[in-house]
C-alpha cells in the first residue's frame, strides 16, 4: 500500500546503517532493502510512518517523525489549493 506521494518525513543515514536487518524485520510495509552489505529505502511512499524501523536500529541510521507527514502534506495542500505535499 502507498500513501501520498512524497511525504513522509523518513530519512536513512547509509553511514550509520550496518546492515543488522532490524528495519527489514520490524517494517509492515517493506519500505526497506538489502543493499550492497547494508539497508536502504526501497520506496519511501510505502511509508506510513509508525515509527518501528527508527525505534529498533540499534545505530541510530534511521528517523521518521512519527505520523505527521501525510497529515501535514492533506493541511498544506487544503491551505494552498495544491496536490498534498510535504514542505
Known amino acids: 500500500m502507498k500513501y501520498l506521494k512524497d511525504v513522509a518525513t523518513l530519512k536513512h543515514n547509509p553511514e550509520k546503517c550496518t546492515g543488522c536487518g532490524m528495519c527489514l524485520t520490524v517494517c509492515p510495509h517493506r519500505v526497506f532493502e538489502p543493499c ?40 498544506a495542500g487544503m491551505l494552498t489549493g495544491e496536490e498534498p505535499r510535504c514542505c
Open 36 to 75: 550492497e552489505g547494508k539497508v536502504r529505502i526501497a520506496d519511501r511512499d510505502r511509508c506510513m510512518e509508525c515509527g518501528a524501523c527508527a525505534l529498533n536500529c540499534p545505530f541510530g541510521a534511521i528517523e521518521v517523525h512519527q505520523g505527521v507527514g501525510c497529515a501535514a502534506a492533506i493541511l
